[in-house]
């Protein structure tokens, strides 16, 4: 079945960058967009961009353009997303999803919680 | 960007009793989707495509509507309901609604 096992949580500094990331697994890689989203506590959900382990190529919200960067390994099913200059604002927990059924978040990974701490 | 606004943001229900929650969009979308998330885990597609239901989620739960204005329905609450809902449009780029959290009476 289709899984998606993301790396486990991070504690860093502001002003750092953290990479994580997203190992899928019970489907070809390269057939399915994946997609990050981002969850602050106690709140909504934000879109924050696509990378297509297909071809390579990604789109972002603008409100993420600059602080997010994905990518793909094919070699290992694998994918990532780089936040960087962090800050407060960027705790959080952020999943990384599958499309399925007509919505590009048919399936998520468990979740990574980053803190952003001194 | 699509707001999508959903009401209440938190009800309270008894076993048995009907919950409606609804979704209105700032613009109309083709299909609404609604999410489930259990505290402490992942959100969970519950219905796509507007009214069909995910894999495993039971038929008291039903979903509607068209354009702006959309709703989820539970038929008779149970227990295992409990739980945060979203609403989620993907026109670009995707939104989500605020959730409307669902606690047991």
């Known amino acids: 079945q289709v899984k998606l096992l993301q790396s486990g949580a991070a504690l860093v500094k502001p002003g750092d960058s953290v990479k994580m990331s997203c190992k899928a697994s019970g489907y070809p890689f390269t057939d399915f967009i994946i997609h990050w989203v981002k969850q602050s506590h106690g709140k909504s959900l934000e879109w924050i961009g696509y990378v297509n382990p297909h071809r390579g190529d990604t789109d972002y919200n603008e409100k993420f353009k600059g602080k997010a960067t994905l990518s793909v390994d094919r070699s290992s099913s694998t994918a990532y997303m780089e936040f960087n200059r962090l800050t407060s604002e960027d705790s959080a927990i952020y999943y990384c999803?599958?499309?399925?059924?007509?919505?590009?978040?048919?399936?998520w990974g468990q979740g990574v919680m980053v803190t952003v701490s001194s | 960007e699509i707001v999508l606004t959903q009401s209440p943001t938190t009800i309270s229900a008894s076993p048995g009793e009907k919950v409606t929650i609804t979704c209105r969009a700032t613009?109309?979308?083709?299909?609404m989707y609604w999410y489930q998330q259990q505290s402490g885990a992942s959100p969970k597609l519950w219905i796509y495509?507007?009214?069909k239901l995910a894999s495993g989620v039971p038929n008291r739960f039903s979903g509607s509507g068209s354009g702006t204005s959309y709703s989820l329905t539970i038929d008779t609450m149970e227990t295992e309901d409990a739980a945060t809902y979203y609403c989620h449009q993907w026109h670009t780029p995707p939104t989500f609604g605020g959730g409307t959290k669902l606690e047991l009476k």
């Open positions: 613009s109309s979308v083709t299909y």
């Open positions: 495509d507007t009214s």
């Open positions: 999803t599958r499309g399925g059924f007509g919505t590009p978040f048919g399936f």
